[in-house]
């Protein structure tokens, strides 16, 4: 009796690039099969690996994922299955990790240990160093599948293919996928704690403290059918001492060397002022005769246009031949439309397809859930990291009913109910925000129209920048913004781009504005009050001060957030959009929303404070375009 994988599981490790990128893996792989997570040749001959490296070699066609299908496909192809699944499986763990925990490779370890050196330079130098054991073998599988969202039924196909590499790297996907429940109740408490492969570490700034959460971690484990085991304690009084645990604390840290030409955004906020172009420049005549600004065309790759701002002719000319797209926002930061140039249009091909996936309400129900699930996932990578950096701050029981719905998503049969859980979601993750700004911020969850306090001006402004960038690319992979997924198509709005920023919400914008909130560079004087209306408006100063943050978040290069793909968070959302160009045109293409992942470098370090409340070194909202070498704004500051 066969049991076939559903679409919503392992099917897309049949994909024709799959199975391709599972080739290359098996051939590049170290023949040294030491380390458990590096990719092998598995079982495969020299003979056979010649075979596979044939210049006419083709992927085989696989009709269908099931036991009878492996246990009868030659060896080359049960091996290439058996990559191509564990790839899948790692991915899908990779996305699962809450902030703290890490894949047992190389890069891993390197962000293990970076994550120690930042827990130490915000005063945790109380130490504990255990590892953990899995007491229970029986229930790795079962608990490593539902971690990963993989129905039970699929675990034949799953022993199937163990049998197709020794040693059984899957084994050991699953085995780590089981503890992710402890990670997120460690994480979910606060607590300083980190963890790669069996590898676990707290850190805390007293011995108490210390002690507390081993306690807590150990009986969480338990819960787990996990033990704690070989527990060592350690004070590092000195710097230094970190490398006594393996550890060189300065070459962990952060380049602040610039990774590359970075996009640059033109911003024009001051009331009055004028856009115009001269000689290869563009010029912007600011009014009350204060000095014009004045930049190279060439620079430029987007303007961004807020409140009362004039454009010429000639300017608009210019953009639209150029490629340069022209975004619109009220002076309240409400996104009003663009300048979309003539080869930037829709393709007839991906229209029709996008008209076809749109009436198909079927079809929209998996990658409406995949969007709405990378949102959550996201959404409680915010709180969890809040909550590390935070002991007052408890969110454990909220994540955990996040953790659940967004589980639930996988037997989601309609568009209604991945929306209910998706605004459920949301309810209980505003509620759990507004508890973790300064006292003096009044923030009672979220309100839009209008924004009835700070936060919520912050957000929406920030919000209408991010729609502003996802409606642009959108024109540019050929689809229609206004052709929804999850969001339902209307005229009246730009579902589709809706959709597509759903996932980057929470890592670009969110965690932004929360970040400046803690650390107090957004403050109550920047928001402005019309009390008879009930509203709240963002500031000038409060404008430029979010959009500083906001483009040195975009910039940030990140590795790993989307499969095969790195660049700045601005380019992934390009590439989540193309990706979406394609799930349209392909039935079978099985699109993910993007992963949660720290940056891989940092221009700058960025600032702390005694509680601890600073983003991580990561992650530097506070930067200005003038001080951050890659954050290329150019802010004409609104008054």
Not at 95 to 109: F, V
Not at 264 to 271: A, K
Request: hydrophobic share 40%.
């Amino acid at each position: 009796m066969t049991t076939p994988a559903t679409a919503s599981s392992l099917r897309e490790a049949t994909s024709p690039e799959a199975l391709t990128r599972a080739r290359r893996r098996l051939l590049t792989a170290h023949p040294d099969p030491t380390r458990a997570n590096t990719p092998t040749p598995g079982s495969l001959t020299d003979e056979q690996l010649r075979v596979l490296a044939a210049h006419d070699w083709a992927p085989p066609r696989i009709a269908e994922l099931d036991t009878n299908t492996i246990a009868t496909a030659d060896p080359i192809t049960r091996a290439l299955l058996a990559e191509s699944v564990h790839e899948t499986l790692e991915r899908r763990l990779a996305a699962e990790r809450p902030h703290g925990t890490y894949d047992d490779t190389r890069a891993g370890h390197d962000a293990f240990s970076r994550g120690l050196v930042d827990d130490y330079d915000h005063g945790n130098h109380h130490l504990a160093r255990a590892t953990i054991r899995v007491a229970d073998l029986g229930l790795v599988t079962g608990a490593g599948l539902s971690a990963l969202d993989v129905p039970y039924a699929d675990a034949p196909i799953i022993d199937e293919l163990a049998r197709a590499s020794d040693p059984n790297p899957i084994a050991i996907v699953l085995a780590d996928a089981a503890l992710l429940d402890l990670d997120r109740y460690a994480t979910g408490r606060g607590l300083r704690y980190s963890r790669v492969g069996t590898a676990l570490m707290l850190a805390a700034p007293n011995e108490q403290r210390l002690a507390e959460a081993i306690d807590a971690v150990a009986t969480a484990a338990i819960g787990a059918g996990a033990r704690l085991t070989d527990v060592t304690t350690q004070y590092i009084d000195e710097e230094k001492a970190l490398a006594s645990i393996g550890i060189d604390p300065w070459a962990t840290r952060s380049s602040d060397e610039p990774t590359g030409q970075a996009d640059r955004i033109l911003y024009v906020g001051r009331d009055g002022a004028r856009v115009h172009v001269k000689v290869g420049r563009i010029i912007v005549d600011a009014p009350d005769s204060l000095p014009a600004t004045s930049v190279p065309k060439n620079s430029v790759t987007r303007i961004v246009l807020s409140g009362n701002v004039g454009l010429s002719a000639g300017a608009r000319s210019w953009a639209m031949r150029s490629g340069v797209d022209v975004v619109c926002l009220s002076r309240r930061g409400s996104y009003q439309g663009a300048l979309i140039g003539a080869n930037r249009g829709a393709h007839a091909s991906r229209l029709l397809a996008q008209v076809a996936l749109v009436g198909d309400h079927e079809r929209r129900v998996r990658p409406a859930a995949s969007l709405i699930g990378a949102k959550i996932r996201g959404q409680i990578n915010v709180l969890t990291r809040i909550a590390r950096r935070d002991r007052a701050v408890h969110v454990a029981d909220t994540t955990a009913h996040m953790h659940a719905w967004r589980r639930s998503l996988a037997g989601a049969r309609t568009l209604d109910e991945i929306m209910g859980i998706e605004g459920a979601c949301s309810n209980a993750y505003f509620d759990a925000l507004s508890g973790c700004v300064p006292a003096d911020v009044t923030f009672d969850g979220r309100s839009r129209r209008p924004p009835r306090d700070l936060p919520n001006a912050a957000l929406s402004y920030g919000y209408a920048i991010l729609l502003s960038k996802c409606v642009s690319v959108l024109h540019a992979a050929g689809l229609e913004p206004s052709l929804g997924i999850a969001h339902a198509p209307t005229d009246k709005r730009s579902s589709l781009a809706l959709d597509l920023m759903e996932q980057f919400r929470p890592l670009l914008v969110d965690q932004t504005v929360m970040a400046l909130l803690r650390t107090r560079k957004l403050r109550p004087e920047h928001g402005v009050v019309e009390a008879e209306a009930g509203r709240v408006w963002l500031g000038s100063d409060g404008k430029k001060i979010l959009v500083d943050a906001y483009e040195a978040a975009c910039q940030r290069s990140v590795t790993g957030a989307l499969p095969g793909y790195s660049g700045s968070w601005r380019r992934h959302i390009a590439h989540s959009a193309q990706m979406l160009a394609r799930a349209n045109a392909e039935p079978d293409y099985q699109w993910s929303g993007v992963a949660w992942r720290r940056s891989t470098s940092s221009p700058t370090t960025s600032p702390t404070t005694n509680d601890g409340s600073a983003s991580p070194k990561h992650w530097n909202p506070g930067a200005t375009a003038s001080k951050n070498p890659c954050s290329n704004s150019a802010l004409i500051a609104p008054r």
